[in-house]
Nanobody
């Protein structure tokens, strides 16, 4: 059984930075997709970034390109979302997510149902 634990949210002023973390438990073999999603009150959940560990380009939502970066530690047990130049519109509950479907299914615009495993969510609040 795969489990994800996300953390690192908080409150920051516009222009500031935060780094979210996601600990991944239970993977045993093969490539997988790691992603971050966010959901603001009254809005649908949207993909922020998706990374396929088997190679290929990382898919970022247009709204965060150049500001957010996904990465993985050397132990491959934790991945991160570095968020710079934060804006008030980035305020949302952020979730890490993962699945083990193949590369074409690893995308921020693919159906959210592609992601089978989810963290509990961590709140990011950006004030102006």
């Amino acid at each position: 059984q795969v489990q994800l634990v996300d953390s690192g949210g908080g409150s920051v002023q516009a222009g500031g930075s935060l780094r979210l973390s996601c600990a991944v438990y239970g993977y045993t073999y093969g490539a997988y997709c790691m992603g971050w999603f966010r959901q603001a009150p009254g809005k649908e959940r949207e993909g922020v970034v998706a990374l396929y560990t088997g190679g290929g380009t990382t898919d970022y939502a247009d709204s965060v390109k150049g500001r957010f970066t996904i990465s993985q530690d050397n132990s491959k047990t934790t991945y991160y979302l570095q968020m710079n130049s934060l804006k008030p519109e980035d305020t949302a509950l952020y979730y890490c997510a993962a699945h083990q479907r193949t590369r074409p299914y690893c995308s921020t615009i693919a159906p959210v149902g592609n992601f089978r495993y989810w963290g509990q969510g961590t709140q990011v609040t950006v004030s102006s």
